[in-house]
């Protein structure tokens, strides 16, 4: 961290002398509640035509570039670009802040939110993105950043969208919102404090990133035979799935809205494909419903630690029970394994994930047959070699996992600090805040 913000400690405002009640709540008397339209306008964008959109060419930017945590991203999904004739006005610079003024996420949880320009080759500023032009010279371009990434800025704007199933903000709307505002150089150690956090919580996401490239790298060598571990040797035996295990289908009481099916206070779950995606990838903890005996009877019930995959949806992706269930008929379930670690088998069907899901058929819904399930050829080594395998990569898991939740907290600390610096609650040192 930055040497203001290592050094900085925190004071209560409300412990000072001098404070303001404002419609904001109690702020230092040295800030000053100030609405939007006092600190800077929005220039709005262009109209590009579809024509002209191509793979060569600068960026169109599109609300699909922000980041629900402010910031932009640029994939082989969301990323256009224009081939077409443009004004040198619309191109942004570096370094200019932008808000998104229209959401398409199903809870409007994109709307009104900041990122900065910081690309190496030119951006074109597209209708439905606000520019931001500071009228003041006391404002901190970071600052005003943290301040529209605020639950006290972002809960306003979503009060006024216009809008269903896409949702607007206007000019306005953004204009009538009023914020604290503390003295520019308590703006700036507000900024570097947030700023800090911000870059750890980039590091962490770079080596978790780095992590799993290195996890997957190393599945597909010892999966495969490619490498192997120290002091195994030997051929390996090939297999298909259906000869390792006994593989059944889930099945789905009828019809499935009746209440009957369901008890909120069975300890019996009822896995679902949604239930796997809110899952950790390896362990299913919970799910969103429970059976009621008769759901159970009707149903195909496993026992914890049992290993399913599923086969409609999000096809070939595999998870261990972590509690009793029934299964879905979008799942099958490998039960009485012979010859093979649990462990090694999850792990090479993560391997096998994408060879599964381009086996599925095609109609309504994606679905694989139970058969080509079972008649999927493996390769195995020795049981001991198996599980060697299998706890290399549980123990790198282990070690994203924790990456990943360092991650996580960190960021409930930066929804903290945000919270508490942007309102004034908590002060840096005031040496610092008026140096």
Request: aromatic share 6%; hydrophobic share 40%; glycine share 8%.
């Amino acid at each position: 961290m930055s040497n203001a913000a290592a050094s900085s400690t925190v004071l209560d405002a409300r412990s000072e002398a001098g404070h303001v009640q404002t419609e904001n709540g109690v702020l230092p008397d040295s800030w000053s509640a100030r609405k939007l339209a006092e600190l800077f306008s929005l220039k709005n964008g262009l109209a590009f035509s579809s024509a002209y959109f191509s793979q060569e060419g600068p960026i169109v930017l599109t609300p699909g570039n922000f980041r629900l945590e402010g910031g932009l991203y640029f994939d082989d999904r969301n990323t256009k670009r224009y081939s077409g004739p443009y004004p040198p006005e619309a191109v942004f610079h570096n370094g200019d802040l932008l808000i998104v003024m229209t959401d398409l996420t199903p809870d409007c949880n994109l709307l009104g939110k900041p990122a900065f320009v910081e690309m190496g080759e030119p951006v074109l500023h597209n209708q439905r993105i606000g520019k931001v032009i500071l009228r003041r010279k006391d404002i901190e371009p970071r600052f005003l950043y943290y301040v529209l990434l605020s639950r006290l800025y972002l809960d306003r704007i979503k009060e006024m969208a216009t809008g269903s199933t896409v949702r607007h903000t206007s000019n306005g709307s953004i204009y009538s919102v009023q914020v604290p505002l503390p003295s520019l150089p308590e703006q700036r150690a507000i900024a570097a404090a947030l700023s800090d956090v911000d870059e750890l919580i980039g590091a962490l996401d770079k080596l978790i990133a780095k992590k799993r490239a290195i996890k997957l790298a190393t599945m597909q060598q010892l999966l495969t035979g490619k490498t192997r571990l120290s002091g195994f040797s030997g051929e390996w035996k090939s297999t298909t799935l259906g000869e390792l295990a006994e593989i059944q289908r889930g099945a789905s009481p009828r019809p499935i809205e009746s209440p009957i099916w369901y008890d909120t206070q069975s300890k019996i779950g009822w896995v679902r494909i949604s239930d796997i995606a809110n899952s950790d990838g390896r362990t299913l903890l919970a799910t969103r419903d429970y059976l009621s005996p008769m759901g159970v009877a009707a149903s195909r019930f496993i026992p914890t630690g049992t290993l399913i995959m599923s086969i409609c949806a999000t096809i070939g992706r595999p998870v261990v029970t972590g509690f009793d269930t029934c299964i879905h008929d979008g799942f099958v379930s490998f039960c009485n394994l012979r010859h093979v670690d649990q462990g090694f088998l999850f792990y090479t069907l993560k391997e096998l994930e994408a060879d599964l899901a381009a086996m599925g058929q095609t109609g309504s819904q994606a679905n694989l047959n139970t058969d080509l399930v079972k008649g999927c050829e493996i390769s195995l080594p020795s049981v001991d070699e198996q599980k060697a395998i299998a706890g290399m990569l549980s123990d790198m898991d282990t070690e994203i996992a924790a990456l990943e939740q360092r991650r996580d907290k960190t960021k409930a600390i930066k929804q903290g600090m945000m919270q508490s610096l942007l309102t004034g609650r908590m002060r840096l040192v005031p040496g610092e805040a008026d140096a």
